[in-house]
């Protein structure tokens, strides 16, 4: 797998659990929506909308924070409400290829450091869009405690 040597792009999402609402079918999405800037080059008719990489990245943490519950919950873990993923998709380059990469900032406060860890890794072995990317793109996990 090869590393990224120069990024030139990096989309990022904040993903929280709210709780479900009365009488709705599914979570709801909520998007700070956002636009590169492109000096010189602007598309003032045009509204801002969000990149592949923060569109990759809201639904992989989407994916993922729910894998993480799963996997609490089959190991009796109470997660904290303020459990929260931090995903940045990284589109970068080394020589000519084109990468994509993965930083993400898992924060499970409250849990002992070896008990996130857990949670956060084994949840990535369920998660789809983990699996999908497993070997193909380089993944930063960072587990936060406090």
Request: aromatic share 6%; hydrophobic share 40%; glycine share 8%.
């Amino acid at each position: 797998m090869s590393k990224i040597d120069k990024v030139l792009f990096t989309g990022k999402t904040h993903t929280t659990v709210n709780p479900p609402t009365a009488g709705a079918d599914h979570g709801s999405v909520n998007l700070a929506l956002t636009s590169p800037g492109h000096p010189g080059f602007e598309f003032p008719d045009v509204a801002p909308h969000p990149t592949a990489e923060q569109l990759f990245a809201g639904a992989w943490s989407s994916c993922y924070i729910t894998a993480i519950g799963l996997v609490a919950a089959q190991k009796r873990v109470k997660l904290p409400e303020d459990l929260s993923v931090d995903i940045e998709i990284i589109l970068g380059q080394t020589g000519a290829a084109w990468l994509l990469g993965a930083r993400f900032d898992v924060r499970i406060p409250g849990l002992a450091q070896d008990v996130a860890e857990k949670l956060a890794h084994t949840a990535h072995e369920i998660c789809p869009y983990s699996k999908a990317t497993h070997g193909n793109i380089e993944v930063v996990v960072n587990v936060i405690t406090s």
